[in-house]
């Protein structure tokens, strides 16, 4: 049989206050992007600048998922 997985927070408190300001930045138009400054509009990326300054800042964030890297074709 297999492992029961653990339940619990994968997120803390501290993470889920960021997003909640990084939203409300978005919704007065106040929120930017990048080194481009340019203004938020998505609802996506918002969230994602919120996790984004939550590990910044030290909060319970699990880490960035990585892309596998493909090996070159050989010809």
Known sequence: MAAKKK???R???AA?????AAMHERKAGT??????GKKVTSRKQAI???LSQGR???AKV??????????ASKK
């Open 62 to 71: 699990p880490k960035k998922r990585s892309t596998k890297k493909r090996s």
């Open 31 to 36: 929120l930017r992007a990048g080194r481009s």
């Open 48 to 50: 994602a600048i919120g």
């Open 16 to 20: 889920g206050r960021k997003i909640e």
């Open 11 to 13: 997120y803390g408190k």
């Open 56 to 58: 910044e800042a030290g």
């Open 7 to 9: 339940s619990g927070r």
